[in-house]
Antibody
Framework: QVQLVESGGGVVQPGRSLRLSCEAS????????MHWVRQAPGKGLEWVAA????????YYVDSVRGRFTISRDNSKKTLFLQMNSLKTEDTAVYFC????????WGQGTTVSVSS | ASQMTQSPSSLSASVGDRVTITCRAS??????VNWYQQKPGKAPKLLIY???TLESGVPSRFSGNGSGTDFTLTISSLQPEDLATYYC?????????FGGGTKVEIK
């Protein structure tokens, strides 16, 4: 079964950290560039970060660069997003996705940053 | 990177109507545009990639067109299950950019 399953979301205070995981199955994970996309409550989609198939190249939206780190473990078919120095504006549902033909998205994990 | 301006932000149409959604890129992006459908409470679903290629399993009433800076998504005959928000995405240059979304309602 082709799927991505995110985990690690939760409620945190501003300035704290959280690590999201995304476990892949049913497709050749190691061949794909992988992405994180988020959606704030009642808002549109925002691309957050991407990582090359081999993990060597990372890309970020300006608003998270220096605070978030994307990584992957191809042996475990798992994508990660380390989120540090969280801000209230990071509150969103976070999706992992392939953003490619034969597209695969996770169900999303909710991150709420609040004091 | 290219910004994507999507219009309209919302529309209401009747079953059977032809519906067109537009995305304009701030700079030329060849045909590197995808279109997604998102139903309430669900993850987005890819409809069209490379501006005009229908994703496998997507009904043929959906079509995409355009290249350079101007792109369209057309639903040839709106169906009740097409109630959703639609997004374009430019995937030529990082950072990638989604359009602001078009909420489609059924009259």
């Amino acid at each position: 079964q082709v799927q991505l399953v995110e985990s690690g979301g939760g409620v945190v205070q501003p300035g704290r950290s959280l690590r999201l995981s995304c476990e892949a199955s049913g497709f050749p994970f190691t061949f794909y560039v992988m992405h994180w996309v988020r959606q704030a409550p009642g808002k549109g989609l925002e691309w957050v970060a991407a990582i090359s198939h081999d993990g060597r190249i990372e890309y970020y939206v300006d608003s998270v660069r220096g605070r978030f780190t994307i990584s992957r473990d191809n042996s475990k078919k798992t994508l990660f997003l380390q989120m540090n120095s969280l801000k209230t504006e990071d509150t969103a549902v976070y999706f992992c996705a392939t953003l490619a033909a034969a597209d695969v998205w996770g169900q999303g994990t909710t991150v709420s940053v609040s004091s | 990177a290219s910004q994507m301006t999507q219009s309209p932000s919302s529309l209401s149409a009747s079953v059977g109507d032809r519906v067109t959604i537009t995305c304009r890129a701030s700079q030329g992006i060849r045909n590197d545009v995808n279109w997604y459908q998102q139903k309430p409470g669900k993850a987005p679903k890819l409809l069209i990639y490379a501006a005009n290629t229908l994703e496998s399993g997507v009904p043929s009433r959906f079509s995409g067109n355009g290249s350079g800076t101007d792109f369209t998504l057309t639903i040839s005959s709106l169906q009740p299950e097409d109630l959703a928000t639609y997004y374009c995405l430019q995937d030529l240059n990082y950072p990638l950019n989604f359009g602001g979304g078009t909420k489609v309602e059924i009259k």
